[in-house]
C-alpha cells in the first residue's frame, strides 16, 4: 500500500513586472528561487545545494491566474534599445504597453491580418475580434513555451505545479479560445489535468468561450489527497461547485482541496460592485452586501465559503479546504492586479483554521502550510 505523507502547500502571490517576462530565463529564475526558499531543505544551503534543492515530501505549488498570460511578451523580436525602454525597471508613468503592442503589430501586421480573418466567423465585437486576434497571434509559442517551463520547473523540484492559466485553443483544431488552467505533475514533468473558466468574465467574455467540459480531479502521489482546479470567477458561481458533489467524483476516507486561481485586474480594497451583468446573480447572495461589503470581504462570502460549505456537506471526506492564489501584477503600466491569497483547511471534524491570510494587498507573498 502506497505511504500516505502529509503535503506541503506552496501558495506563491507573484508580484510580475514587464521585466520578469522578458526571458525565459529570468522568469524561470524567479520562480526558481521562491519554490527553493520555500521547499524545507534536509541539507545545510549554499549557492551550490541551493540551486539543486528538490522537494523531499509531497510538495503542491500554486499560482495565480493568467501567470502565463504575459508570455507572449518574450515572442516579440527586438533591437536591444527598444528591449531596454520595454522591460526595465524605469518608473515612468508612460503606458509602455500600447506601444508595445503597436510595434508589435507593425512588425507583424500580415500575420494579425490572418488572425483577424480566422477569427471573424466567431460572434463578437469588432473589440472583442481584435483581443481575440491578438492573444492568438502568440497563442501557439507561449502554450510551448508555458508547457515547457511548468515541466522543467516541476521536475526539477520534485513538485506539483499548478500553473496559473493562460489564454489558448484546447487542440490542434482551433475552434475554441479558453481561458486555461494545467497541472503538472513532478515525476516526469507531464500534464495531469486541464481545466478552463466556465464564467469568463465581462473583460474576457468579448474574446474567450466558455470551457463546457466535465470537471475532473487528480490525486496527488503519496498522499490521500484530491484536488480540482477553479478559475477565478468560476469560484464565485454556486453552480459549479455543484458540479464536484457528485460522489463518482470523490473517494471516500480522502481529502479534497479546491483550489482557485484568480486575478483581480484593478484595485482589491473597494466596495463589492456585485456580479458582472454578463452572468445572473445566484438567488442566494443578499443584494444588502452589494456596495456595503468591500471586495475582499464579498469574495470570502460567496467564493471561499461557497466551496467550504459544499465539502462541509460531505460525511465521507477525512478532511477538506480551500485555497486562493491571487497575484500581483503591473505589466508596463498598464495592465494591473491586486488581491490577497488565502487558506482555508479543516484537517479533521473538530478543526477548522484559517492558516494564513496576506495582510497586504499590493506585495508578493508565499504561503506556506501542510495539510
Given at each position: 500500500m502506497e505511504e500516505q505523507q502529509p503535503l506541503q502547500i506552496i501558495c506563491l502571490q507573484t508580484s510580475l513586472t514587464q521585466y520578469h517576462y522578458q526571458s525565459y530565463a529570468i522568469l524561470k529564475q524567479y520562480f526558481l528561487e521562491r519554490i527553493h526558499l520555500s521547499i524545507k531543505p534536509t541539507l545545510a544551503t549554499n549557492n551550490i545545494l541551493f540551486n539543486g534543492i528538490r522537494a523531499q515530501h509531497p510538495t503542491l505549488v500554486i499560482l495565480p491566474e493568467c501567470t502565463g498570460t504575459w508570455l507572449y511578451l518574450m515572442c516579440v523580436p527586438m533591437p536591444q534599445y527598444l528591449r531596454n525602454f520595454f522591460f526595465n525597471y524605469q518608473t515612468t508613468k508612460i503606458n509602455r504597453h500600447i506601444l508595445f503592442m503597436c510595434y508589435t503589430l507593425l512588425t507583424h501586421i500580415r500575420l494579425f491580418v490572418k488572425e483577424i480573418d480566422k477569427n471573424y466567423h466567431c460572434k463578437f465585437t469588432w473589440l472583442g475580434?481584435?483581443?481575440r486576434s491578438w492573444f492568438s497571434l502568440f497563442a501557439d509559442q507561449t502554450y510551448n513555451i508555458y508547457t515547457k517551463l511548468f515541466s522543467e520547473l516541476a521536475c526539477e523540484t520534485n513538485c506539483t505545479i499548478v500553473a496559473g492559466s493562460t489564454f489558448m485553443y484546447e487542440n490542434i483544431n482551433k475552434n475554441n479560445f479558453y481561458n486555461m488552467s494545467y497541472v503538472f505533475e513532478p515525476n516526469y514533468g507531464s500534464i495531469c489535468i486541464q481545466s478552463g473558466k466556465q464564467y469568463p468574465v465581462y473583460d474576457e467574455i468579448s474574446f474567450i468561450d466558455n470551457y463546457?467540459?466535465?470537471?475532473?480531479?487528480y490525486s496527488i502521489p503519496n498522499t490521500n489527497i484530491?484536488?480540482?482546479?477553479?478559475?477565478?470567477?468560476?469560484?464565485?458561481?454556486?453552480?459549479?461547485?455543484?458540479?464536484?458533489?457528485?460522489?463518482?467524483?470523490?473517494?471516500?476516507?480522502?481529502r479534497f482541496l479546491f483550489i482557485i486561481i484568480s486575478l483581480n485586474i484593478g484595485e482589491w480594497n473597494i466596495p463589492w460592485p456585485g456580479y458582472d451583468r454578463q452572468h445572473d446573480t445566484p438567488k442566494d447572495v443578499n443584494n444588502k452586501h452589494i456596495k456595503t461589503y468591500s471586495l475582499s470581504n464579498a469574495w470570502f462570502h460567496y467564493a471561499i465559503h461557497r466551496g467550504i460549505d459544499i465539502l462541509n456537506k460531505r460525511n465521507d471526506l477525512l478532511g477538506y479546504g480551500v485555497i486562493c492564489c491571487q497575484g500581483i501584477l503591473n505589466i508596463?503600466?498598464?495592465?494591473?492586479?491586486?488581491?490577497?491569497?488565502?487558506?482555508?483547511?479543516?484537517?479533521?471534524?473538530?478543526?477548522?483554521?484559517?492558516l494564513y491570510e496576506a495582510k497586504t494587498y499590493k506585495d508578493e507573498k508565499i504561503l506556506i502550510c501542510e495539510f
Open positions: 475580434l481584435i483581443k463546457q467540459k466535465q470537471p475532473s480531479i484530491d484536488i480540482a482546479i477553479l478559475i477565478c470567477a468560476d469560484s464565485w458561481m454556486p453552480q459549479v461547485y455543484e458540479q464536484y458533489n457528485r460522489k463518482e467524483l470523490f473517494n471516500s476516507n480522502r508596463m503600466n498598464d495592465i494591473q492586479a491586486q488581491g490577497e491569497s488565502m487558506i482555508v483547511l479543516k484537517r479533521s471534524e473538530n478543526e477548522k483554521e484559517i
